[in-house]
């Protein structure tokens, strides 16, 4: 089992830039990849950037592409979500969440049922 815990969200106006952090424990770092999701308020939770375990590939979706970067030190245990150009309909609450399965070369199709450990989440409000 993985621990998560997120820090870095807050309230920025929109066109500003925030950095959201996750650590875990638990479970080798550098074996599984990582994701991060978002819920807005009466929204299902969205799948928003993911990263495989070597940092070698990521994705992202179509929402964020070109002013979201995710990114991992896994010397540090810490996958980051670096977010720029952030527009008031990015406010939800972030999570981090960790693959269940390791060594996983790809993230292409995957939900969010396919992620085992979940934080408990760090709210990102913008402003217009």
């Known amino acids: 089992q993985v621990q998560l815990v997120e820090s870095g969200g807050g309230l920025v106006q929109a066109g500003g830039s925030l950095r959201l952090s996750c650590v875990a424990s638990?479970?080798?770092?550098?074996?599984?990849?990582m994701g991060w999701f978002r819920q807005a308020p009466g929204k299902e939770r969205e799948f928003v950037a993911g990263?495989?375990?070597?940092?070698?590939?990521?994705y992202y979706s179509d929402s964020v592409k070109g002013r979201f970067t995710i990114s991992r030190d896994n010397p540090k245990n810490t996958v980051y979500l670096e977010m720029n150009s952030l527009k008031p309909e990015d406010t939800a609450v972030y999570y981090c969440?960790?693959?269940?399965?390791?060594?996983?070369?790809?993230?292409?199709?995957?939900?969010?049922?396919?992620?085992?450990?979940w934080g408990q989440g760090t709210q990102v409000t913008v402003s217009s």
């Open positions: 969440a960790a693959d269940m399965k390791t060594f996983r070369h790809t993230l292409a199709g995957l939900t969010a049922g396919d992620f085992a450990s």
């Open positions: 638990g479970r080798t770092f550098s074996t599984y990849a």
């Open positions: 990263i495989t375990w070597g940092g070698d590939v990521t």
